[in-house]
């Protein structure tokens, strides 16, 4: 079920999940934190490759399970690509040093935060991606003030 | 000369003494060394990426099994990326404060060369130049080595290292995270022929490689075979394993016949697979060229190939105080050494 600010639309395949990361890379803005919720095999990494695409970024989009956080200097902002996927107690956040990375300038996106609970900063939206038939089922819940004027502009313009 | 060496730049902290005569004299990472008695308990998972306790007891552990002194050492070698930021920081700070107190100067290695050229610690050792073939956990890429310092990337994974897909595919049929070498012992009672699965990339042309696409394969077949029993998990395992196989030994043999050269050198933890290691000696015999491999305790993160590849970069060494580490650092960024 879809409420009046959450967004949701079915992804029947790969190419559907770039477009639709190009069309959320035209509504993000810097300082946003972005959760990305999806078992293995989702779909987590292409939606990150789309978005950053629509970022006018070009190169290899790479796994960050196991350095953690891989970064993205673009033009506009600062991308931070997280995957806690490996973090087995919450502390390890601490230990990883990885606070740092959250500021006006940077846009995160993490995966697995749950990893990490009650250490993060709170999320602007939290996106979810679950199989659906042959394809993926997309739904983005604002959870900030920004996250739902964000939200709002791509609920405006529907990308696919 | 005497070399210590600290590498710290992701989970494991590694420190090791390497002397350009005689060798690597002895080497300890955190899992390695019984922690118990110096921590006074099991040191909990949690702690994985907590270098500052393990740096020093590891230091004094390697010192105290190759029957040196700190005082003996003649340069201090440390990752200096690319890497997690803070994890590089606790390595480069504490050998650069050993190396200040000893009146000793620092090397500053990027770790990707101490994996590349951790097969010369093997015997027999191979001879530049050579294709490398980097294949762990975080990476998964093809190099051609003319020397210590001339490197040249071939090709490398567009999307997850090998290491991860063994790790996330394991996961998928219930093996437990990380479960690379679970799948690995499983794969070989099962019947590869059973499922057939795509080999992403094997015919692109070039020297690149996917891997995430095989995992979402396995979650398909897992889902369509569900609930797994014994024989169809192993016969699933063994067509995972067949297909990474087939994909690095097919890009191996290009990068060979592309850059002309005879040598191929495997470093990282995958190189550790048996099944691997059996397909590249098949093929080498057949293909009249010649394989080396790293000795099977050097293939995950090390400090021994710090300490070797500082040892390799004496002619860059530097006073000791003032350092930087680089996070994010181009191996072809790095100067030649003659």
Same mark, same amino acid.
């Given at each position: 079920?879809q409420?009046n600010t959450a967004f949701t639309c079915?992804l029947?395949?790969?190419?559907s999940t770039l477009k639709l990361g190009a069309a959320l890379a035209r509504v993000l803005l810097p300082g946003m934190t972005l959760f990305l ?10 939606l990150t490759r789309g978005i950053l695409r629509g970022l006018g970024f ?14 993205y200097?673009l033009s506009s902002l600062y991308f931070y690509h ?22 006006a300038q940077s846009l995160c996106l993490i ?12 999320p602007d939206w939290i996106i979810r991606l ?8 997309i739904r983005i819940e604002p959870r900030s003030e920004q996250g739902t004027s964000c939200l709002e502009k791509l609920n405006k313009q529907p990308p696919i | ?136 956990? !975080?990476?998964?890429? *093809?190099?051609?080595?003319? /020397? +210590? $310092?001339?490197?040249?990337? &071939?090709?490398?994974?567009? =999307? @997850? #290292? ?97 850059? !002309?050269?005879?040598? *191929?050198?495997?470093?990282? /933890? +995958? $190189?550790?697979?048996?099944? &691997?290691?059996?397909?590249? =000696? @098949? #093929? ?55």
């Amino acid at each position: 079920m879809q409420d009046n600010t959450a967004f949701t639309c079915f992804l029947p395949e790969e190419a559907s999940t770039l477009k639709l990361g190009a069309a959320l890379a035209r509504v993000l803005l810097p300082g946003m934190t972005l959760f990305l919720e999806g078992d293995l095999g989702a779909g987590k990494t292409t939606l990150t490759r789309g978005i950053l695409r629509g970022l006018g970024f070009a190169g290899r989009v790479k796994s960050p399970t196991y350095t953690l956080v891989e970064s993205y200097a673009l033009s506009s902002l600062y991308f931070y690509h997280f995957d806690l996927y490996r973090f087995s107690d919450p502390l390890e956040w601490e230990d990883a040093g990885l606070r740092e990375y959250f500021n006006a300038q940077s846009l995160c996106l993490i995966e697995w935060a749950d990893k990490a609970e009650g250490l993060l900063p709170p999320p602007d939206w939290i996106i979810r991606l679950a199989p659906e038939g042959e394809g993926r089922r997309i739904r983005i819940e604002p959870r900030s003030e920004q996250g739902t004027s964000c939200l709002e502009k791509l609920n405006k313009q529907p990308p696919i | 000369m005497l070399v210590l060496g600290i590498e710290s730049s992701c989970d494991e902290t590694g420190v090791a003494l390497y002397d350009t005569e005689a060798g690597l004299l002895a080497h300890h990472l955190h899992s390695q060394i019984a922690m118990h008695a110096e921590y006074g308990g099991v040191v909990p998972e949690l702690a994985s990426r907590d270098h500052i306790r393990r740096v020093l007891p590891l230091t004094q552990a390697t010192l105290d099994e190759a029957g040196r002194q700190l005082t003996d050492i003649d340069a201090i070698a440390y990752t200096a990326g690319p890497g997690l930021a803070g994890a590089l920081l606790v390595g480069a700070s504490v050998a650069n404060a050993l190396a200040f107190a000893l009146g000793k100067p620092t090397i500053a290695v990027h770790h990707l060369e101490g994996h590349l050229l951790s097969p010369l610690l093997a015997d027999p050792a191979p001879s530049f130049p050579f294709v490398a073939l980097l294949v762990s956990g !975080g990476h998964t890429q *093809l190099m051609a080595v003319h /020397g +210590v $310092g001339h490197y040249e990337l &071939l090709g490398e994974t567009v =999307d @997850d #290292a090998a290491g991860e897909a063994f790790d996330k595919s394991a996961k998928l049929l219930g093996l437990g995270y990380p479960g690379g070498p679970a799948l690995s012992k499983l794969a070989d009672q099962g019947d590869a022929t059973r499922f057939k699965l795509p080999r992403p990339m094997l015919h692109s042309g070039d020297l690149e490689m996917s891997f995430s696409g095989l995992k979402t394969a396995v979650l398909n077949l897992v889902k369509e075979q569900s609930p797994l029993n014994e024989t169809t998990t192993a016969d699933i395992c063994a067509a995972f394993q067949e297909a990474i196989v087939e994909v690095l030994v097919k890009k191996s043999l290009a990068a060979l016949k592309q850059t !002309g050269l005879k040598r *191929l050198v495997i470093a990282g /933890g +995958v $190189g550790a697979n048996r099944q &691997l290691r059996a397909a590249l =000696d @098949d #093929a080498a015999r057949k293909r009249r060229f010649e394989v080396f491999y790293p000795p099977l305790s050097l293939c995950t993160d090390n400090g021994a190939m710090i300490a070797h590849a500082g040892a390799k970069r004496l002619a860059f060494a530097q006073a000791a105080g003032s350092f930087s580490i680089q996070p994010r650092w181009d191996l072809a960024s790095l100067p030649a050494v003659e």
